[in-house]
Structure formats: structure tokens, C-alpha cells
């Protein structure tokens, strides 16, 4: 059987065997999961925006320490007098216009006054109702506030800083991630392509020297590569068309070697053509395994 052990090493330079078989598998996975990886990242990137959005509502809802205002003390409000109500009528003079019988006799020779009810009210001042007094802290106190304030809130800044932080990391992670995936479904396709073409582009090679008369040796296939069971079968039919050119080698070598030893060839002028024309064939097929 005309082959060897010894395989070709794999080389970068001559991945792309057969290009429009390749790139068209190549092309087709990697822009199969770019697709996928952008609806991906499209949904992550919404539902942590979403959360990113809740967090930081919930970062800036948060209380921190309050500090009661320093205001000034009030200055006093002068009570509102109660109004002066009028003076008392004098009960031994007649109102005006009352409804009395005067000059009316008692029987005693006296004259009776009937004074008339007054309809005078006096509407009582209503106090203001109390305010609430603010809670009195010291300077000490007040400081102490305003830093657990100032603190707090520089640490809403910080938490709000890190959430969208986190969210920027997460889109560049999934950029990264797209980007690295892509590139490395498009290495991984022309490496296994290469695997299947390497062998196809083998036996090509090997078919287009047999077409022209050589039977080169064969050699293995190399680490890894597909078609291996194909590759096999061409390998057994490849000796096995060697073989039979090298019988015919031998076998026209021992006709052309009887006719000399019989001295046909000195005596027939046919039998010489003939040779002549064996000898030709014999040299084209000695040439076909140089």
C-alpha cells in the first residue's frame, strides 16, 4: 500500500482551503449568534436599567438626620384688648322709645317707669391657641446632626455612583462577551472547516495527479482531521491502481527482456516496432512514480 505515516502539520497560512465552502459555514454561525448575543444583551441591558432605576429611587429616598432650623426668637405680640362694653344705663332713667305706661297711677299717687330690656351682648376675646415649641438643641448637638446629614447624603452620592457603575459594567461585559464570542465562533468554524476541506482538498490534489500519470505517495491525514474513514478508502483505492501500474512496469520489463534474449527482435523488423513502442510505455510509466 503506497502511503505513510508521516502527516503535514497544520499551518494558519493555508486555513482557508476552500474558501466559499468555509466562509459561507463561517459566516453564517457567526452572524447567527452575533444576532442572538444583541437580543440578548437587549434584554439584560433593559431589565437592569429597570433595576438600576429602582435602586437608585430607593438610594434617594432614603432620610437622612434633620436639623432643626436656627430661627431667631419671636418677638412678643401685645395681647389685643378686649373690647370696652358700654355703660351700664342708669335704671332710674327712662329709655327711649321702651314700651312704658308713663304717668301710670300705682294707686299711691306715684308714677311707675318700666324700663325695656337691652339686647347688648359682649362677644368674649378668643385666645390664639398655643404654638408648638421646637425641640431646643445645643451647638454641639446641631454640629453633630448637620455631620450625620452631610454624611448621609454623600453616601446616597456613592451608592448611586456604584448602582450605575455596575450598569455600565454590565453592558460592556456583554459587548466584550458578543464581541469575544463572535470572533471565536468564526476561529472555531474555519479550524473545523479546515478539518473537513483539508482532506477533500487532499484528495483532490491526489485525483489531479493520477489524471496526469503520477501516483504520488500518499501520506495520513493530520491530527484531528475529518473524513478519516473516506479518506481510508481513497488510500486503498489510490495503492491499489499504483500496484497495478508497477506489475505493468514488470511485466512489460520481462517481455521486452524475453524478446531480446530470443533474438526476436534482431530477426523481425514488426517485432522491433512493437518493442519500441513497449519501451515508450514502459518510460511514461517509470516517469508517473518519480
Partial sequence: MSGGNRGYKRSWKNLLINKRYQLRFTLFMAGLSAVLMTLLGWWVTR??????????????????????????????VAPTPAPTPPPDTDPDEAQPGA?????????????RVVIGESSLTIDPTTAPPPMPKEPTITAEQRAKLIAERDACERDIVRQIAKIEAANR?????????????????????????????????????????????RYDTVYNLRK??????????????HAGVTQMEKDDIARIK?????????????????????????KKVLERKEASFV
Wanted: aromatic content about 4%; charged content about 25%.
Fill in 224 to 237: 484531528g482531521d475529518q473524513l478519516v474513514e473516506f479518506y481510508e478508502h481513497f488510500k486503498h483505492a
Fill in 169 to 213: 459594567n454590565i453592558v460592556i461585559v456583554l459587548v466584550i462577551s458578543g464581541v469575544l464570542l463572535t470572533l471565536g465562533l468564526a476561529v472555531f468554524g474555519i479550524k473545523m472547516t479546515h478539518k473537513v476541506a483539508g482532506p477533500l482538498h487532499k484528495v483532490t490534489l491526489y485525483l489531479a495527479k493520477m489524471r496526469d500519470g
Fill in 47 to 76: 431589565v437592569a436599567g429597570e433595576a438600576t432605576n429602582v435602586a437608585k429611587s430607593r438610594q434617594r429616598g432614603r432620610i437622612c438626620a434633620i436639623v432643626p432650623e436656627d430661627k431667631p426668637a419671636a418677638a412678643a
Fill in 254 to 278: 520481462a517481455t521486452l527482456d524475453a524478446l531480446e534474449a530470443d533474438g526476436v527482435l534482431a530477426r523481425s523488423p514488426e517485432a522491433r516496432a512493437a518493442a519500441d513502442a513497449l
Fill in 99 to 111: 314700651g312704658s305706661d308713663e304717668g301710670s297711677d300705682d294707686g299711691e299717687g306715684r308714677h
